[in-house]
């Protein structure tokens, strides 16, 4: 910050540590969303799933309020170069945890959908999918209240674990479905939830990058093999 007193570096210092625990707080509950979406989904518990749906709503508050604290602090602060870029990425990056929590309330709903569905094979592929998935999501918040931007690149490289076992999913679900007509309905919900969780990823890795901006000051260079979204 620019020209800033002691008292202010401290205010302001202060004040960034309380958006990271925002952030870091929608993170564990985004993460603890998908896992208990897919818990349930393994499980048809469909009671479980409801509260999953209800409990997103907690997301939906805490992102109103680090955008009201992120936009105050900007006002009030004015932070500079560095500063300003860890404000503003915890401002997007609310907004990204918020999605991925709509992901696990989307998968939350399919729920009921199969609660009479007999065993289906490629759910083992979803549950590791959902696994890596979830991994990326909580390595990246850390890297953001590390401020490493390294750490954001390794999980960016993670991404591509997750597009194989959406492929793989997608093909053995195919598969199932073309095997007995049967199997089509409940193939196409779990190919809904396979999509799902390679939004998660995804926006993992969109946070990565919002990190290493913030960290570094530069542009992460594109990844080999990276598709446009």
Known sequence: MQQASGHTLKAFDEDIERLRALISQMGGLAEHA???AMRCLMQR???GAARVVEEDKKLDVLEIETERRAVQLIALRAPMAGDLRDVVAALK???VVERIGDYAKNIARRVPLLENVGKIEPLSLLSEMARISTEMVHNVLDAFVERDAQA???VCERDAAVDDFYDSVFRTLLTHMMEN???IGPSAH???VAKN???VGDHATNIAEMVYYAASGE???DRPGKSPR
Do not use: C, K, T, Y
């Open 219 to 221: 542009h992460m260079a």
């Open 190 to 192: 779990l190919l809904f």
């Open 197 to 199: 969780l390679e939004r």
């Open 45 to 47: 518990d469909i009671e």
């Open 93 to 95: 990056i609310s907004g």
């Open 34 to 36: 998908i896992e208990e």
């Open 152 to 154: 954001a690149v390794r």
């Open 181 to 183: 007509p049967q199997n």
